[in-house]
Structure formats: structure tokens, C-alpha cells
DNA sequence: AATCTGAGTTGACATTGTTCATTTACAGTG
DNA sequence: CACTGTAAATGAACAATGTCAACTCAGATT
């Protein structure tokens, strides 16, 4: 069931000054790797390297250790989720109500296609250090951001906004990791679940 | 900070008969260890074998793998929870709608206060394969059975009861997942949040 | 031509999960 | 008591892992 070892990519030395390209290269190899895997602790150092067709220890070149490099990839992975929820929702139009439920439709979708993309957002110790540095939007939190203003569009107190907000992220994350987590859990099905997430939430 | 190596039990070998006894003392050793380090997939079946004073091979008398041993000291933790919530709610009387909160409350301080036992629930594929075998109780499902034995109490309509008990304990585990996660995310106060939360499932 | 430096590699180390062959020590029999 | 079957556990070894220090190698700069 797994591969032989035709995963390696005849490549040469970048040249001067685009050195940088090994680090996209990695990259992409690694989120590969995490898309066939499912498990992103059995996605090895050694292995993204080889898929890369360079050396395990070029990737100490550009990422300070394995942990940053899947901090990389995670990056990466909640935009792309981002991207996916506003285009389901905000992007879409329509009512706000069903931009929400589309948006919850769709973060759903991200982690049943991709679960080794999921997990890998979720894995302990994300957030960069969580401390004073409050320029960088801290990634993830802007598609947030979006979803309590779609909640907010649905005409709940102002007040209460934000953390419904928090309350249907968490619903729905709750239900992506334990789906994953306990395949055999008899769930509602995902359309009445997020009808009745939505429904209930938004009082 | 780490343990240099005083982690190790005096221990002789089990007399005829008893060697079951091992297999507790493992699971015992494991559970500390994992309360120790928060990290589940940095607690090592050496390091185990090392607290329990023995040999690391001797675990695969008892345990087909790391994987299985894990999967014990979940479903040991799992009946913890399962324990201190019903402790909470169901077995400490007074209004369902309150019950509701106080397991909730009981649930995310379990979360909050051993992460370690708490991540390895819901490490992948804790379900032992999910398939026909309907005798076991499947671990963890009796306890919410009785989440949604308050909630039906809770005068909510005998349809709705199971997909909301659903509803309830996914925003919590999210909750205690993205807390653990990302330790920087500004949630609304513990209290708040189960309120909102059980106000709003409620009708 | 000599040097510097960016881009990568080699080889090694300490750990890890796991297997197989082996040893130890207890309990019952002769 | 000595003997033996076997439960209980060990030791040596394997392949794989993350990471480090020292090295190569080619293109740019002087």
C-alpha cells in the first residue's frame, strides 16, 4: 500500500539568489505528502525531502525545524480554507442566513476532502507565540472575522455577535475532529446539522 | 526542564499468574506520563517502560502496540469524563437546564486541566473499528447518552433531543480543542460561552 | 587568478517503535 | 531435594526518524 520510492524529483541546485524557490518547492511537497497521508505524524522530515529530490538537511535551510515547517504548511492550509468559506458565503451573496449555512457547508467539505490538510491546522501549539505582536493579522483569524460578520448580518444583538460567532466555529470544528476522529459516531447528517446549528444559533 | 532520569520504578517480576499485573501498572505509567507532557505523540513506549520499571519489550506482552496502548489509557480517560460529568450533572440533581451547564463546565475543566488525557481521546481512530460488533457499549457513548437524557429532560421535542446533544458536546469539544490549540484566541469567558451555549440549543 | 558565499550534501548521532531469540525464576511433580 | 515446564521478562538488533556539524561545489566579486 505504500509507495515504492518513485517519489523523488530529479532537480538541480537552484541558482544564486533563488534560493528561495526550495522553500515553495518544500512546500508543495509537503502539503502532497499530507494530502495522501491523512496523518500528518507520519509525514516524515526525510519523506518531504525526498519527494522534494533534495537532501533532509536542505530543509533545515529554510525551516528552523519539522514542527515550523508543518507551521508553514498549516499557514497555508487555513488560507486556502479561508478562501473556500468566503467563497461559499460573503462572495456568493444571497441571504445572510444561507451565507452562513454555505459557510459551514463548506468548512465541512475542506476537512472530509482533505483531512490531512485539516488535522494539520488544528495540531497543538499553532498560533506563532500568541503574544504582543498584534500586526500580523494572525492567520485564520481574518476568514473569522468574516464569519461573525456574516452573523452579524443575520441581525443578532451586537453585543452577542462575536461570540456566536465563536459558538458556530466551534460547532463546526467539534464536529470536523470528532467525524475524523470516531468514523463509526452516528451523526446527523450534514445538512440537517448545520440547519439546526444555524437555526438554534441565530435565536 | 526534563525529567534527567529518575523516572524509574524498583520493580521485581510478577509472581505466576499475576502477570496481568503489569498491564495496569503500563497503563498507570502511561497515563502519567501523558499528564506530564501535554503531547501525547511525545510520550514514548521507552519512556513508559522506563517509568514502569521494565523493559520496553515488555509492553508487547500486554499491548499489540503503542497505538493499542494509547487506545487503553483512552478508554480509561474516557470513563473519567464520563465520570466527573455525570458526577456533575445528572448525579447532582437540581434543573436539567442547570445540569446541562454544570457537565458542560465539567467537561471543558477535564479539557483545561489534563490536556494531555484529553488530547488522547481524540487522537485518530480511537474508535476500535466502528464495525458490526454492537455488543460493547463502544466507550464513551453511554456518557453521552445521558448528555441527551438531560437534554430530552430539558422539554426540547423527542426528534430534536440526540441531534442536539450532538449539537451541545461538538461545541464543546471544540471549544476545548481550538483552546488547547491556539491558546491565543480571545474567547468569551468560560460561563459565558456554556451559557450562550445552552441557552441558545434550548430553543 | 584568488576569494567569498549561497545552495546543498555527507555522514553521523541519539532516539524511536518493534521483532526475535534468549534468559530468569517460580510452581508443581517425581 | 532435584527436575522441568512455562510464565514473565530481558537484550541485542533493525530500520526509520529528527537534527547537527562539517563538508563540497559552483557562480559572483574582487
Chains 1, 2 share one sequence.
Not at 524529483?9 to 528561495?20: H, V
Not at 458565503?89 to 483531512?115: C, S, T, V
Not at 505582536?133 to 472575522?145: A, S
Not at 452573523?151 to 460547532?171: I, K, S, Y
Request: overall charge negative.
Amino acid at each position: 500500500m505504500n509507495n515504492v520510492n518513485s517519489d523523488l524529483k530529479i532537480r538541480g541546485r537552484n541558482p544564486r539568489g533563488e534560493g528561495e524557490k526550495l522553500r515553495a518547492t518544500l512546500l508543495e511537497a509537503a502539503t502532497e505528502l499530507l494530502a495522501e497521508s491523512e496523518h500528518p505524524e507520519r509525514v516524515s522530515v526525510r519523506g518531504i525531502a525526498r519527494r522534494a529530490g533534495v537532501s533532509p538537511t536542505a530543509i533545515y535551510l529554510h525551516f528552523e525545524s519539522r514542527e515550523q515547517l508543518f507551521r508553514a504548511v498549516s499557514e497555508e492550509c487555513f488560507a486556502e480554507l479561508g478562501a473556500a468559506m468566503c467563497a461559499a458565503g460573503p462572495d456568493a451573496g444571497g441571504e445572510p442566513r444561507d451565507q452562513l449555512a454555505a459557510m459551514g457547508h463548506a468548512y465541512l467539505r475542506f476537512a472530509r476532502e482533505r483531512p490531512g490538510h485539516y488535522a494539520v491546522l488544528f495540531q497543538r501549539q499553532i498560533t506563532p507565540e500568541a503574544d504582543e505582536d498584534d500586526d500580523e493579522p494572525k492567520v485564520g483569524m481574518d476568514v473569522f472575522e468574516s464569519l461573525v460578520g456574516v452573523v452579524r448580518r443575520c441581525g443578532v444583538p451586537e453585543a452577542d455577535a462575536f461570540d456566536l460567532g465563536v459558538v458556530l466555529w466551534m460547532a463546526l470544528h467539534g464536529r470536523a475532529a470528532v467525524a475524523s476522529a470516531m468514523p463509526g459516531f452516528p451523526f446527523p447528517d450534514e445538512d440537517r446539522y448545520i440547519e439546526l446549528l444555524v437555526d438554534r444559533v441565530l435565536a
